[in-house]
């Protein structure tokens, strides 16, 4: 299972300038809202030295669920993330 806590612990240790989520076979969702929250939170406390991190996710093996709008708005990765990813021949090819 995903280890919120310790994205956030990584994130202060790591200082990334991005964070990459999503999965390919994986049998959980993803709270994308937590995600976001711990990432703007770090952000907040980065002074005008440091680059801000934006979270990035690959939804390669699950856009479709999110196409048929069948997750609640806390695992649609769209409302949270900056940068998003797909394939068209992962889920495209079975419709």
């Given at each position: 299972?995903?280890?919120y806590d310790e994205i956030k612990k990584k994130l202060y240790e790591v200082e990334p300038r991005m964070?990459?989520?999503g999965y390919s076979a994986y049998s959980r969702l993803i709270d994308f809202e937590i995600v976001?929250?711990?990432?703007d939170e770090y952000n907040a406390t980065l002074?005008?030295?440091?680059q801000?991190?934006?979270?990035?996710t690959?939804?390669?093996?699950f856009s479709l669920f999110i196409a048929a709008h069948m997750w609640e708005d806390k695992y649609d990765h769209t409302k949270w993330s900056d940068v998003i990813t797909t394939t068209t021949h992962t889920g495209l090819l079975g419709p």
């Amino acid at each position: 299972m995903i280890d919120y806590d310790e994205i956030k612990k990584k994130l202060y240790e790591v200082e990334p300038r991005m964070l990459i989520m999503g999965y390919s076979a994986y049998s959980r969702l993803i709270d994308f809202e937590i995600v976001r929250k711990i990432v703007d939170e770090y952000n907040a406390t980065l002074d005008e030295t440091k680059q801000s991190c934006i979270l990035w996710t690959d939804m390669a093996h699950f856009s479709l669920f999110i196409a048929a709008h069948m997750w609640e708005d806390k695992y649609d990765h769209t409302k949270w993330s900056d940068v998003i990813t797909t394939t068209t021949h992962t889920g495209l090819l079975g419709p």
